[in-house]
């Protein structure tokens, strides 16, 4: 083999060996309960559940554009009635939009934390003391995530 073929065996090893994807996650998108505080809102001085959901998205198109009117982080809310939980009628659905973010460079996966507001005197006025959570995202494809769930909540253990 004259020098030349190994070179050029060498270049080709070398290129495709350094040829990686930057990510293994999926396209779809992945959510998951990190955690649940009481807080209190100062605007307005009433109590609320600041709930942490952790996500992961592998093509980072989990945000929506900001002329978009897409919702897509939707919650449906359980209450216990009987030790049984019931899906919640509700006039207005939990759902929430997450704001636009676009990750710079070829690698696109975004993962992080969301946080939002559940204000206690909602749960009381519709007379719910111990309820779940169920939540998942969806992204620009449409591609729908795994559905994560909160721990049972007991209300009157977030009441000052």
């Known amino acids: 083999m ?9 270049s080709i090893i070398i290129v495709f060996f350094s040829c990686k994807k930057y990510n293994d996650f999926s396209p779809i ?14 605007t307005f001085g009433t109590d609320y559940l600041n709930l942490s959901i952790k996500f992961i998205d592998g ?20 209450y216990m009635e ?17 704001p ?4 710079e460079g070829r690698n696109k996966l975004i993962k992080g934390s ?4 559940f204000y206690i005197d909602d749960f009381k006025l519709l007379g719910y003391d111990t309820l779940k959570l169920n939540f998942y995202v969806f992204d620009r494809a449409y591609n729908k995530s795994n559905i994560g769930t909160t721990p049972l909540i007991i209300v009157s253990d977030y009441t000052k």
Do not use: H, M, Q, W
């Open 114 to 117: 969301i946080k939002t507001k």
């Open 59 to 78: 093509d980072g198109d989990i945000c929506f554009y900001d002329k978009d009117t897409v919702k897509n982080i939707i919650f449906t809310l359980y």
């Open 29 to 42: 998108p992945e959510v998951s309960y990190e955690s649940i505080e009481l807080l209190t809102d100062k």
């Open 100 to 103: 636009y973010y676009e990750p």
């Open 2 to 10: 004259n020098r030349f073929s190994i070179i050029l065996i060498l």
């Open 82 to 98: 009987n030790d049984t939980l019931k899906p919640a009628e509700l006039a207005v659905p939990y759902e929430y939009k997450i």
